[in-house]
């Protein structure tokens, strides 16, 4: 994965502290924010103002942070509202592209080759990660937001006046719980396959995988007994873990070296996983031929060449 440096893009990976190993995450730098009437979000300024048809969404069908905005377009009856952009699972030199391939759409904006010119088209001078999901606002031609836990949150209530279904995934009342939990699923698990599997030093690694495997442990003891993790009911705390938890068994178990347990021999979350795989619209989602193909080919410096493994076989409804 390259960066953007003052507008130029380079094929150097810079993600992984040169004294520890750590791998770290850069600050999303894009974070205005929808709302109903176009008033001032939480992180960034007004003027984006929830109008159907006039976003577009940018996504990787392997990204767990991408399927998470896409996972809360389909839940919220906005498919029809809000125009989605796929791009290439594979990701090599000039990073997310729209070059050929099944399920890849070409770029609507400038016919760009790869995601980085819709970057600098928003911003010529941009400096960092070109990241999936981005939202593009086609009437100011600007990129809104880049934060896939904003995405997520916006499309859960800024279109509920012009079209969207009422299914609330942050409810008042359990918002502090959802955060706290959020909070905690973000560092050990979503993030915390990334910081193992991107670890370059044993103890960066082993930093890493422990509490990841205790974070699964505390949320299989959640479930005991519940459908979902907060109240009696689907909320983004469950969406934001699902997405890493689809792509566990298949892809950082063996990949990122998260094998210490499968998502499979955790019933509770198993059944979570299947739970929400389940819900209308939400299996279409789901690619598993981008998921295996993104992780084991692009990442050279984990898989120099480039070897798909036969399994294990991902969850599935029913199973």
């Known amino acids: 994965m390259g960066f953007l440096k003052n507008g130029e893009w380079h094929d150097e990976w810079a993600h992984n502290d040169e004294d520890s190993g750590e791998f770290e995450r850069d600050e999303s730098a894009f974070r205005n924010w929808i709302t109903p009437d176009g008033s001032p979000g939480p992180t960034g300024e007004g003027g984006f103002e929830a109008e159907p048809g006039r976003y577009r969404l940018y996504i990787s069908l392997a990204c767990p942070w991408a399927h998470r905005a896409n996972a809360a377009r389909h839940l919220k009856g906005l498919t029809d509202q809000i125009e989605l952009v796929v791009v290439h699972w594979l990701m090599k030199e000039g990073g997310w592209s729209f070059r050929e391939g099944s399920c890849v759409t070409p770029d609507p904006l400038m016919d760009a080759d790869h995601l980085h010119q819709v970057y600098t088209r928003a911003k010529p001078d941009f400096s960092g990660h070109v990241t999936v999901p981005v939202l593009w606002d086609t009437k100011k031609e600007t990129i809104v937001n880049n934060e896939s836990a904003d ?169």
């Open 151 to 319: 995405i997520l949150r916006m499309l859960g209530s800024a279109f509920d006046q012009c079209g969207a279904n009422d299914l609330d995934l942050y409810p008042e009342g359990h918002r502090d719980e959802i955060d706290a939990l959020n909070d905690r699923v973000y560092d050990a698990v979503n993030n915390g396959v990334y910081k193992a599997g991107f670890a370059t030093s044993q103890e960066a690694y082993e930093k890493a995988v422990g509490p990841l495997f205790e974070v699964l442990d505390e949320l299989e003891e959640r479930l005991e007994g519940r459908d979902w993790l907060v109240d009696d009911r689907l909320t983004e705390a469950d969406i934001r873990l699902w997405t890493t938890l689809i792509r566990f068994d298949p892809v950082y178990h063996t990949h990122f070296k998260c094998n210490i347990r499968r998502i499979a021999d955790y019933p509770n979350l198993a059944a979570l996983t299947r739970r929400i795989l389940a819900l209308d619209g939400i299996e279409q989602t789901v690619n598993f031929e981008h998921i295996r193909h993104h992780y084991y080919e692009s990442h050279e410096r984990i898989n120099p060449y480039g070897i798909v493994p036969a399994g294990p076989e991902p969850l599935v409804p029913g199973a």
